[in-house]
């Protein structure tokens, strides 16, 4: 009853830059906080940006002045601005909120590709 759907990922050059969306939809009373994960193959996934719905924020230190996590609760939407890119980050990148929905329950989106070409 909740769905996350992602946008913005693709192939990319060193150093260059992408930008991640994410909207929540569906029965939603309150989100209280969103993030995004990434998988590199071979490779646990492994937590990249978190923040809260006061706006608080937490990154892996891999990421810390490269990446920044922006949500617009009106929207329902979390961002990852990624910049710097480097071939490490290649992955698949992961939604997850963590909702006030029928309960409050963790939610999923389906990942989208990132591909850092160096």
């Known amino acids: 009853h909740v769905q996350l759907v992602e946008s913005g990922g693709g192939l990319v050059q060193a150093g260059g830059s992408l930008r991640l969306s994410c909207a929540a939809s569906?029965?939603?009373?309150?989100?209280?906080?969103m993030g995004w994960y990434r998988q590199a193959p071979g490779k646990q996934r492994e937590v990249v940006a978190h923040i809260t719905s006061d706006g608080s924020t937490n990154y892996a230190d891999s990421v810390k002045g490269r990446f920044t996590i922006s949500i617009e609760n009106a929207k329902k939407t979390v961002y990852l601005q990624m910049n710097s890119l480097n071939p490490e980050d290649t992955a698949v990148y992961y939604c997850?909120?963590?909702?006030?929905?029928?309960?409050?329950?963790?939610?999923w989106g389906q990942g989208t590709q990132v591909t850092v070409s160096s």
């Open positions: 569906g029965i939603i009373f309150r989100i209280n906080a």
């Open positions: 997850n909120a963590l909702v006030n929905s029928l309960g409050v329950n963790d939610y």
